[in-house]
């Protein structure tokens, strides 16, 4: 399985996001530099991670998500491929159009840094196969800039995580959501610093073995 991490300046958890995907699939991912204009051939998903690209400048995520590479990431989901974006990650692939709606500033004004408790809303994602609809996660969260402004039209089937107690007024609670075809997914909350039980929850391996698990059937398909 060949999984892509773009790395875009300020991006300061892909090395987390590498071990992680190492730790389930046994696979070395591949670093994407941001002025990439194209993915490494036979990528089998794309990872978003977090951080703060460009030091937040602008809106966050607003200038990695017309980086060179965003190109191919967007050409890459068209054809179905499976792309996950993580707090920053889920930030640029909302300026990036990939996923619907905004993160706007923490309704606190303060930044948020604590485990949270996440409901599974849905089951039948590539991320969550895992997973069993209404389960309780608990992941960590790490940002200023989370709470979910949901568009007028958002599709209720789009929402898959939802916080179990709101940490930063979000629309209607939600913590992460994916495109209609479900191939696209993103949220606040960090499932790689959720993998390992000796910090507290290993809860994220769920979502990166269903991510993993699905990369493979399709790389099967494709074969």
Not at 36 to 48: F, I, K, N, Q, W
Not at 137 to 141: H, R, S, T
């Given at each position: 399985?060949?999984?892509?991490?773009?790395v875009f300046p300020g991006i300061n958890r892909e090395r987390d996001m590498a071990r992680a995907l190492r730790l389930i699939s046994?696979?070395?991912?591949?670093m994407v530099w941001h002025a990439?204009?194209?993915?490494?051939?036979?990528?089998?998903?794309?990872?978003?991670p977090g951080g703060f690209s460009y030091g937040d400048y602008l809106r966050c995520g607003a200038i990695a998500a017309r980086a060179p590479v965003m190109d191919a990431v967007r050409d890459y989901a068209a054809k179905g491929g499976l792309v996950l974006g993580v707090c920053?990650?889920?930030q640029i692939l909302c300026e990036a159009d990939l996923l619907p709606g905004a993160l706007a500033r923490n309704a606190s004004l303060r930044f948020v840094c604590r485990d949270v408790a996440l409901v599974v809303e849905r089951d039948d994602t590539p991320f969550t196969t895992r997973c069993t609809a209404g389960r309780t996660?608990?992941?960590?969260?790490k940002h200023g800039d989370g709470r979910y402004v949901?568009?007028?039209?958002?599709?209720p089937r789009q929402v898959v995580l939802r916080y179990a107690e709101d940490c930063n007024g979000s629309d209607d609670d939600i913590a992460g959501v994916c495109n209609e075809a479900g191939t696209v997914m993103g949220l606040m909350p960090h499932p790689e610093h959720a993998?390992?039980?000796?910090?507290?929850?290993a809860d994220g391996a769920l979502i990166f073995a269903s991510l993993v698990e699905a990369a493979r059937e399709r790389a099967l398909a494709a074969a």
């Open positions: 399985m060949k999984a892509a991490i773009l046994g696979s070395e991912p591949t990439e204009t194209s993915l490494p051939a036979g990528t089998d998903l794309v990872v978003v920053n990650g889920f996660l608990v992941i960590p969260v949901a568009p007028d039209d958002l599709d993998v390992d039980p000796l910090l507290g929850s």
